[in-house]
């Protein structure tokens, strides 16, 4: 019984061996068919760039160490920041006054209006 439990393996493993290998073929033959399928241009629809990382360049980060920390921040201090401002001269010549606001306007327009009066007269 021994031998005849042999060959039956033996032809079970050459049955499955074949039947894996057609199964093998057949994935294959769908890849290159998936591979060679012409793809339709649609015009409504574009391709976008694919995201990229930058990196910083060593000399930049050793020109501004701050670079690293926050990059939209400004590198200015509070101090720094305002000498520059008030260096500048101030606008004489612009004289502003805002239309007047309807009497039935809501009071959060008025006091929008107001807010922004104030930051006008504090700029100008």
Known sequence: MEPNNNQDTTANMESRMEQLTEMVAKLLKSKE???????EVDPHITE?????????????????????EDFFRSPLTEEERREILYACPRTVLMNYT???INDSAPTT???ADGALYNLQSLVA
Do not use: F, G, M, S
């Open 33 to 39: 068919l998936e591979n060679t399928q012409i793809v």
């Open 48 to 68: 976008r760039a694919r995201l990229t990382d930058l990196e910083c360049y060593p000399q930049l980060q050793e020109a501004l160490p701050c670079i690293e």
């Open 98 to 100: 805002p239309p007047p």
């Open 109 to 111: 327009d008025k006091r």
